[in-house]
């Protein structure tokens, strides 16, 4: 079952605020990498405690800092207290399972999203929750599991190809949100390959695992668009906003990521008519598989029964049939019951069923 | 029946701001409490009689006058007419079966919802309507019975942890209705694990009270859609009064509440869904299942119709029959009906019903 | 079926305000009822000549002419023209099957709506339009046939309890109003138990009957609906216009018969949902009912028709079948056939169905 | 099938506003006829030549020019160019199949409607498109064929009966229009009976035609909303378009004709609900009736299949069967298949399917 | 299936604003051809190089630009730059798959649609992606393939036929979309002559086949509704934009285009409605069908088997069955065998299924 919602109850009861991590442990130990950039230098490191970050927030140059793994309340909770974060905010980042959002704080500004990360190698598709604080020159991200769908954009970065490095930390949250958006279409085309590959089954023999199969592809496509339509209102609650953290020139580039996500719904929809023409045309399948199967019975039963019955009628032993005296009956018998037959057969080709 | 309305015919003709208690008596006696609380201090008690409450309404500390049971009209009219409230906010307080709502008048904001409260012993979920009413520095809450999803919020009070005991009577109102909220994540969690039950039962040999069972949990949670969905507007009405009894720093808490609605009425939207599909895939595994006993009494019929029939032929009586006298004519028809079953078995074969 | 609009046809072709009756003609002679009153003084009558109800006009009291009866035009007309009413509204009242609507006119609010009225002796329920002018000091009804919902209202008048005889004519309409939706209560039990009885038809033996109750209750109730949906626009509407004719502390109650409407219209789309729901069963009821029939059919075919042809090769007159002279060739005969059926029986029951 | 578009593609290609009949040709001449009135004179005339139509263009009272037939593309030209009408507009005029709408130019206002005739000879309902050019003291009508809707208008005018004699050009439009809305009632009857009939049809004896006859209506009732819809947006701008053309005291008579669309849309929705609902009555029908005929054969076959299976036994010729030469088991066999029968009857007693 | 959306992961990575083009190659060669007109003066001609056309940017004639091919990049690079198109834009133009969208820079306005090429040929439909820039005296368009649907407006051009050749850029602009809507007609033309098409079928013997086709043409009409429906937007945004690239006198032509798409989105949805309605008239049809096969098989099963089974007890070999020696017995099982089969056929007439 698509389960959008984690068990929450754990919470119920608790302190508005309170820091507690709902979800899945998915991580050994929470890693922070730093990328510091400005358009001449460029430095990336691993760093061990989160007091390495801190300096980072009053340099002039664009900070990235990635965490990896929320089950570390503590780190959260530094973090949040140096760089004044709001404690409702932080609950948000560690309870997995948020609505996609966008808040504005004069300081900084908050965007949570679903980031879906396909791993070719098992074929599968990894949901994680993605956070990011946009600062005046920094840029906080927070990943519940390390492995990502960042590394062409940090390529970028580390090359200065693009316009990355000549812009600010609005640049840079943009270009997350805009790889995030990227590789929904990458599980777009996983889905349409299955689409097709349903499609094919069904015009060939479908089996009742078919429409359980149709059925699952629905379900994750609902879990897509759930994840997909809020995004929507995000970015547009992005090039309304003012604010000063986002710059003039970033509307361009936002209305540019916004129609991405136009387009992904778009498709999502469509391939939810799709799957519903799919599954009507399934069930008719079934309905005309039965009618095949209810002619075979009918022509064979309307045909034999009645020249069983013939049969039956000479079978019996009455000491008073004359027909049984007679030489040619028997053959007599057999060219009534080849009429009958053949009656029966061209009154079935008129109706079609043969 | 999901009964959302009870019988309120009783009350048809009476003149509006009447008080009568409509709904039933749910609880022997009405049961008062007091919790009267600032940064430094905290008090809580029992009363017996309404007056005793009366004073509170002066004091600068907050007060929190919870009342469990509605039948006793004079308790609440008495109520009513010390804190000033108007006769149509007592009779909808009184009349259960309301649609979650917010007035704000001046002196008061009154708020209407709907309580669910899961008992894990009876594993049943007990609906209630709660009504609050916000004034300046005390809060009033009407319950149908006493046992509500409090008790973690009192206890934050009594223990001074969290915000509630630094904040004033409106953080208390806002803290009320997020109890109420993060409770109906325990309800979710309840249909989820139903639906999980439900999917496994359909995977397996589904019953056609499995149907009914689909049936009566689709209903349940129209029942509680019918109670969030209103509560989304009460939420961002609260958001955007404009109350002297509303603090600034409130409207933070309020969105995050606001989101976790969104959040139940996402989830609640996708059970529907998930619920649909599994009607669908319940009733086209009712037609192929009728097409897989129909098949079997094709190929049985269709087998053994015909060779009855040519056993049918040689049992007749008919004098002239050559074959009858033949030697080897017995063996040579098991030969011709085996034949005969053979092509049929082949022709099932190609058709895949065998 | 439920016809929501009249041979209006007879209209076409008038010019517009013309002043003709469009509906049955349901009482036998048009009766015209004064209620006067104010806080001190009470005056009833009924009058037999509509010049009667001129001087009422002037008064300082509030006066409530009430109508029943439209098919004598000339009687309406006549007021129309003293009481200075637009002739298309005139047309309106005389034309029943409109849409609720309301409208301001300077001098006067004229509001249009359905009145359901059920009659327990009966079991039935009638519908009529009712039409109110609201002036300055003055309210005048109209209605199809005598006998309506008022009476509670009508003793309140005369005896003076609640607010009526305190307050003007905005709120002796407003108490109209407040009448006529708390009867839709009484017609929503009357569903509720229809709904009720039907579930219980359809757990227990459900006919063809059944589904034609369900989709003829699914109409009357949709019949409902189109008239309460209006219903609600038009009670905004009065809260939102700006009239002095409506004073300011009737706001509060109109709000309160406006959140009425609200859960007439909420119940009603739960029943539509709830016997949706009861169709889907039926038909599911139908499809596991086939499936049942088909079963047995299967079972006994399957089981009989083998044995019968084996029955059939020992029946046939061959003069060499060697097995007919052996001794113990019945008896293993019918070890034969019992282990055919038992094998049969056991795959039946391997597969469910028995 | 409700061809909604004709064949446009004639156009496609041609400049914008190029003037081209599309549409079939109805009529064989364009006729030309002239109303010209004030609340003293009245004349009417049938002209041979455009330019007759001049002269009125300039009185002060009130012309209306109805032209029937739209092939003669020159005259519609002429028209076009002595009243400076907007060629884009002419093309509208003369290509039917345009979805109704209103627009206002300072000098005059434009608008499209569909008009629906029936016509009670031949059971028919003519549908046509209908353009009315509202100028300061004239209106012109555009129809594809002659014979319309207006004869009691146009008898209104000659009479001078009502208001029509005492009023502007803006009244005349608005009566031409509320006279096509009114009409629109009488389909709706047609619909209406024809539903009831339909019923009928459904609770009797319902054939494969009944369906396609719903089928058939329901699509006739989509293409009446399709009319309607849009018109409702007509009337709702003509009552907020500020033009001197339409005076004030139109505003009420426009509202008026407004509420009718809405209750022609009522209807057609209603309509819609009821068909769809009939759809599925039919198809549970069905099912019903597949039910029934498998029960008949389940119990003749499983009640005879047995009882011949036990016959063919003793019509076995083994040379040792015992049974064959007691005195008794003939009559004792019967008993054993009476017996079967009987259980088997109340068997099916007991499942309700006799 | 219908892919809206190309292989977009090609591009997942890459920087905002990187050109590649994304979608087939669909020419050999980018072509570019220069239309350059005024009310007096025209020249038409086809350019090698990029270079060529940037004269034409400071003319004060109307210059129309035309690319056929996108798969040379540097082309519409080079022609990005000199006419100082944004990077993003560029990006769109050649990553077909886009949705149609408008958007206003201050230089020039940005218009990307759907255009649908009907080749009557070879009996399909060419989609592609046509973008056009409208700057102050010149447009550029690109196509994916030569071959479009413009020869009519360049044959106007040419021969300085309609209002072309007098107004300005904006104008040829809107001639473009025109051109493309027009067109739209074309293939909704084809959609309802195959839709008859289908009807007929359906009326006649549906085959399995005939669902499939109902089935892709709803997606084909699909495909068509996602492109139409942004395009309403991009007309209403042409209307609303205030910029000075476009004039006022456009407004008029922008209404008719506008109203066009509307047409065409209506004539979509109705043929969607259409083709539901034929599915469930087919699925009833596939239902009514099998209810046939039924009635056939139960009515020769129901006469025939109780036939058989008096048949079989009169071949039993019993030694003593009295009836066997009766000299009268044959001819009178023939009695009761008769009256029997007379009696079930009664019973079937009475039921309606002979």
């Not at 129609?259 to 992904?264: A, K, L, N, W």
Request: aromatic residues 10%; contains cysteine.
């Amino acid at each position: 079952m698509a389960r959008l919602f984690r068990r929450t109850s754990e919470k119920a009861g608790l302190a508005p605020g309170s820091l507690i991590h709902v979800g899945e442990k998915r991580v050994e130990k929470t890693k922070i990498t730093i990328i510091d950039y400005d358009q001449a230098a460029f430095g990336e490191k691993e760093v061990a405690t989160v007091a390495e970050c801190f300096p980072f927030k009053e340099t002039s140059t664009v900070t990235w800092i990635n965490i990896d793994g929320l089950h570390e309340v503590d780190v959260i909770e530094k973090i949040g207290k140096h760089f004044n974060i709001h404690p409702l905010i932080l609950e948000d980042i560690l309870h997995t399972g948020q609505r996609p959002k966008m808040e504005d704080f004069e300081e900084y500004i908050f965007i949570i999203t679903k980031m879906f990360a396909y791993e070719s190698e098992t074929d599968t598709v990894r949901t994680e929750q993605f956070s990011v604080i946009l600062g005046s020159n920094f840029v906080i991200s927070f990943q519940e599991v390390s492995g990502d769908v960042f590394n062409a954009l940090r390529d970028r970065i580390r090359n200065g190809k693009g316009r990355v490095r000549r812009m600010g930390a609005d640049y840079l949250a943009y270009a997350l949100i805009d790889s995030i958006v990227d590789h929904y279409f990458i599980l777009l085309e996983k889905c349409s390959d299955r689409i097709e590959q349903l499609e094919e089954e069904l015009a060939g023999d479908p089996q009742s695992e078919t429409l359980q199969d149709i059925h699952n592809l629905k379900q994750e496509i609902v879990h897509l668009r759930k994840s997909v339509w809020p995004l929507r209102e995000v970015i547009s609650g992005l090039e309304r906003v003012e604010s000063p953290l986002i710059t003039e020139n970033l509307s361009m580039y936002l209305r540019d990521v916004y129609d991405h996500t136009i387009q992904v719904i778009d498709s999502v929809e469509t391939y939810q008519d799709l799957l519903s023409g799919m599954i009507d045309l399934y069930l008719s399948g079934v309905s005309n598989k039965m009618n095949e199967v209810m002619k075979v019975l009918t022509i064979f039963a309307s045909i034999f029964i009645p020249l069983t019955f013939l049969a039956g009628i000479y079978g019996m032993n009455f000491e008073f049939m004359p027909e049984l005296k007679i030489r040619w009956a028997y053959p007599a018998l057999w060219v009534v019951m080849l009429s009958v037959a053949g009656v029966l057969i061209v009154f079935f080709k008129r109706k079609r069923w043969l």
